[in-house]
């Protein structure tokens, strides 16, 4: 499982992801990146899967040469349906249920005129706890998976009810305290179902901005964590917001 989030804003798309992987008992084996970002079709692409998501997502993409993101979106049940096959032919001791991986798609849609984002999964939601088909492309506006606690969201200036948000928000704000918060979330079944409990953000924070024909990226916070250990945010310095060179954008609170 891999925590980040996605916002359609007036701009572009505003993109958040941490940069840890680990196996099934939570320890680290990789730190890297998890966003795909296409600037010359105006898209971009972070993933949570049970491995090699994104890699084998690019594999996928690169024989079918996408145009713009509207052959994205039109492809990308197709290509959700090869990567789950490559997953199965290199882990086939992991299973239907073990081998899964879920996209959050963002970019500029010629078709609409307009920027546009969904998100699909590679199996049936209802085993990860949403109600969504597999290899179906889910629209969104607004989304973080997984849930943050209340705790967690009070710690970094949250309402424990995302909802009580009104007003214009700010997406790079928000984005910022809910994968802080998630940092701070102990998750259950983090690899798939049946695994066991932990800490899923580690590694870094990468925050990306897509607008059309160009791209700005960051890596707005570095943590201590190490190859072979697990996640562990207990020894983390106190929260704060740091923008740097992050671009303003806004979007309207949900009804």
């Known amino acids: 499982m891999t925590a980040n989030a996605m916002f359609v804003v007036e701009d572009?798309?505003?993109?958040?992801?941490?940069?840890?992987?680990?196996?099934?008992?939570?320890?680290?084996?990789?730190?890297?990146?998890?966003?795909?970002?296409?600037?010359?079709?105006?898209?971009?692409?972070?993933?949570?899967?049970?491995?090699?998501?994104l890699s084998l997502l690019n594999l996928a993409m690169s024989s079918d040469a996408p145009r713009g993101f509207d052959d994205v979106a039109d492809q990308m049940p197709g290509w959700s349906r090869e990567v789950h096959a490559m997953m199965m032919a290199a882990f086939p001791e992991r299973g239907e249920t073990e081998n899964w991986a879920m996209y959050l798609c963002g970019g500029w849609s010629?078709?609409?005129?307009?920027?546009?984002?969904?998100?699909?999964?590679?199996?049936?939601?209802s085993l990860l706890g949403m109600q969504c088909?597999?290899?179906?492309?889910?629209?969104?506006?607004?989304?973080?998976?997984?849930?943050?606690?209340a705790e967690a969201l009070e710690k970094v200036g949250l309402p424990t009810d995302l909802r009580a948000l009104t007003g214009p928000i700010d997406p790079h704000d928000l984005g910022l305290r809910l994968m802080m918060a998630l940092r701070h979330t102990e998750q259950t079944e983090?690899?798939?179902?049946?695994?066991?409990?932990g800490y899923i953000v580690g590694g870094f924070l990468q925050h990306t901005h897509l607008r059309r024909g160009r791209a700005e990226t960051r890596i707005a916070y570095r943590w201590p964590d190490e190859i072979g250990r697990p996640i562990d945010?207990?020894?983390?310095?106190?929260?704060?917001?740091?923008?740097?060179?992050?671009?303003?954008?806004?979007m309207e609170a949900a009804e």
């Open 110 to 125: 010629e078709r609409a005129q307009a920027w546009k984002a969904f998100f699909i999964i590679t199996m049936p939601g």
């Open 233 to 250: 945010p207990s020894g983390d310095p106190p929260f704060t917001i740091e923008y740097g060179t992050a671009p303003a954008s806004a």
């Open 190 to 197: 983090i690899h798939g179902p049946g695994s066991r409990s």
């Open 12 to 53: 572009g798309i505003v993109v958040f992801s941490d940069g840890a992987a680990y196996d099934e008992t939570g320890t680290v084996r990789q730190i890297h990146d998890k966003q795909l970002i296409r600037v010359d079709i105006d898209t971009v692409i972070t993933c949570s899967s049970s491995g090699s998501g």
């Open 133 to 149: 088909e597999a290899h179906t492309p889910v629209p969104l506006v607004s989304y973080t998976k997984p849930a943050a606690s």
